[in-house]
């Protein structure tokens, strides 16, 4: 397995934000499902979002795609795919799309993934499309991918779901429920966590013609269907944050353009989170500075934002003080259990890290010589060469290429702002 040391003497430079992943997912999902054609501009093209590409392609969608762009051809029903739909690496698109699967109006949908992703959990929405009369199952009937799902479509309106697991199953049935005949109403149960993400299912359902509304503890989707859209991915604020770390990591400053609020993004708070570690940071209309300055360790709730865990466990290697990351239980479930990982890889590289039922509690240290391995997870890789810069190259990083899963670019974009990249084979 190759191996990836970072250096580098100052941060510098400006660069373009890399588009927003979740976004990407939504739009193209949505735009299958429209009537006429669709233009998703900026899109990210990564192993994730080419999952969800690919994985609608199967069910009847026509995509081309251009130079920065996509055009998508929607389909009114999705058609019974001709080959197993196979997610990769993809949590959204496997959830999303099961969801979507739904739809179909005669056969059977198989969807599958990697060995990761056929450990994460969907028995909360396999429960939650039986209730509304679709008959899906896991193959091994242990609430895990492979999933099967019965065509015929959505039979009942009303189903109850946890809230504490993963938002990507609430989404799914959000997008899948425009397009059954009584729209959906889905009761919520325990507290919701990645909130952010289903307002942002809610506004990319808006640009495409659909509504859905939360009241309470349940979100209500009205059966609209979608209308073709033009729409423009954002930069992506949490893969972002891997290069806004850089500089409080080797000093320096660096100017990220095409980052704004103009849609709702969890991982936004970074900003804040940053300055309440003393960052300074300046905010433009579509832009984002960040200059080196003393960090101070904090305690923060990741509850609706997860996947800062593993860039802010980075930024508190740095800081003076503990840093303590609490309400992120969730991302025990994600590419990784990345509150073990991190606890037990930040370990090997002499940093004092207790894992915490729902979060972590980092002490900033000196870091020795490591070799750190990302479990194949391409957020930790990221977090891990942040620890690779931050010590000067002490640190190797396992499994360059699993970076791929969401930001391909990102050794490259180091590079743009003055990080030296070396493979080691």
Not at 204 to 217: P, Y
Not at 370 to 392: E, N
Request: glycine share 10%.
């Amino acid at each position: 397995m190759r191996l990836v040391r970072i250096t580098g003497k100052i941060a510098e430079g400006v660069i373009k934000a890399p588009p927003s992943k979740s976004y990407t997912h939504r739009s193209v999902i949505i735009a299958s499902l429209a009537d006429g054609t669709s233009y998703i501009h900026n899109p990210l093209i990564s192993m994730d979002t080419v999952a969800s590409i690919t994985g609608v392609t199967l069910m009847g969608a026509k995509i081309t795609q251009e130079t920065n762009k996509l055009i998508i051809e929607g389909v009114s029903n999705p058609l019974t795919p001709p080959d197993v739909i196979d997610a990769k690496n993809s949590g959204t698109t496997l959830r999303i799309l099961t969801a979507v699967a739904g739809l179909v109006k005669s056969g059977y949908v198989v969807l599958t993934g990697d060995d990761s992703l056929r450990k994460r959990p969907m028995q909360p929405l396999l429960e939650a499309l039986h209730q509304l009369g679709v008959e899906a199952w896991s193959t091994r009937l242990n609430g895990k991918a492979p999933i099967i799902v019965k065509g015929g479509g959505y039979k009942y309106r009303e189903c109850i779901i946890t809230g504490e697991i993963s938002s990507q199953f609430i989404s799914g049935l959000m997008i899948a429920g425009a397009k059954t005949e009584l729209g959906i109403l889905v009761k919520i149960s325990g507290k919701i966590v990645s909130l952010p993400y289903i307002h942002a299912t809610m506004k990319t359902q808006e640009l495409f013609g659909a509504k859905s509304i939360v009241q309470d503890s349940q979100i209500i989707t009205e059966s609209t269907g979608y209308k073709s859209t033009e729409f423009k991915v954002p930069g992506d604020y949490g893969l972002s944050a891997f290069l806004l770390a850089v500089p409080f990591m080797i000093g320096g400053e660096i100017t990220l353009r095409g980052l704004n609020d103009e849609l709702p993004q969890p991982e936004a708070v970074i900003i804040n989170i940053l300055r309440n570690m003393g960052g300074e940071i300046k905010q433009g209309r579509d832009e984002v500075l960040v200059r080196d300055t003393p960090l101070e360790g904090i305690k923060v709730s990741l509850r609706d934002s997860p996947d800062l865990l593993p860039v802010i466990s980075a930024l508190a290697v740095k800081a003076k003080n503990e840093t303590v990351i609490t309400d992120v239980g969730h991302a025990r479930f994600k590419e990784s259990d990345r509150i073990s990982v991190i606890a037990t890889e930040f370990r090997k590289a002499g940093i004092k890290t207790e894992e915490l039922p729902e979060g972590l509690r980092i002490l900033p240290g000196e870091l020795k010589p490591a070799v750190l391995d990302p479990h194949g997870d391409h957020r930790l890789f990221m977090a891990f060469s942040l620890l690779s810069i931050y010590s000067g190259g002490k640190v190797l990083v396992k499994d360059p290429e699993c970076v791929a899963v969401s930001y391909p670019q990102f050794l490259n974009d180091l590079k743009t702002i003055g990080c030296r990249v070396e493979i080691i084979e």
